[in-house]
């Protein structure tokens, strides 16, 4: 290949590399680990360098993503590339845009509206095996009323996996209080969840949370989209 593409290819792998460990892994998900993916998912680049939080911002996925941008551009306006070279960095660019064009979706989806809310709107990638699972997420905050001693949280978490079907997750927070609603497409991954229920509980209990619901249910995948909009908070004593 020529110098113009193999320099490219060099800078794209130690991208791909910083991109890579912002990814959540199968095997070690952590609650500090996906903290730490969703703070790096992009949609706070633009308030991290506002913040002169400059580290953070440079290791967001969409920092990451623009400097892979700049570098194919750069390349493909280089001379002695072949039509092959050409072609494949012109392929790599559009997933690039699109890849850099859902984060700027997400941001916008997060600006705050007038009256409503909060809430953040993202996607994790999830290393599972050989595949990328994108886990869609959505936190919601709800400011306290004068009957409620503290605010109410809402995290909504969407993906779907060849072997238990599409899952949602609902989980509601009012303080110390929780609600945990699991959805899924597949009878069998449904059954997993409520044999998992009991260790699950006594996990929460023992970090300090007040378990109020722990549900799990089959539900079709079109029935879970508009579940995500009908799912409120909801922590009843």
Do not use: C
């Not at 990814?23 to 506002?50: C, H, K």
């Not at 623009?66 to 997933?95: D, V, Y």
């Not at 995948?221 to 799912?231: C, F, G, P, V």
């Amino acid at each position: 290949p020529s110098s113009v593409f193999g320099a490219a290819q060099l800078n794209l792998q130690n991208s791909s590399r910083l991109l890579a460990s912002n990814f959540l892994n199968a095997g070690n998900i952590t609650a500090d680990g996906v903290r730490a993916a969703f703070i790096l998912s992009g949609i706070f680049t633009e308030s991290s360098l506002s913040a002169d939080r400059s580290r953070q911002a440079a290791r967001s996925n969409k920092t990451i993503l623009m400097a892979m941008r700049e570098s194919i551009a750069s390349a493909m306006h280089g001379s002695g590339l072949t039509i092959e070279e050409r072609a494949a960095l012109s392929r790599l660019l559009g997933n690039i845009d699109a890849l850099i064009g859902s984060i700027t979706n997400h941001q916008i989806s997060s600006i705050p509206q007038d009256g409503a809310p909060p809430r953040w709107v993202s996607s994790l990638p999830l290393q599972w095996g050989e595949k990328l699972i994108e886990i869609d997420i959505e936190i919601e905050h709800r400011p306290s009323t004068e009957n409620e001693d503290s605010p109410g949280w809402q995290l909504s978490l969407r993906f779907e996996l060849d072997a238990l079907g599409a899952i949602s997750i609902f989980i509601g927070m009012m303080g110390k209080r929780l609600t945990v609603d699991i959805l899924s497409s597949e009878e069998g991954s449904t059954q997993y969840f409520v044999r998992s229920v009991p260790a699950l509980k006594t996990q929460l209990v023992m970090a300090g949370l007040e378990v109020n619901r722990i549900t799990a249910e089959t539900v079709s995948k079109s029935e879970q989209t508009s579940n995500l909009d009908a799912k409120s908070i909801n922590v009843a004593v």
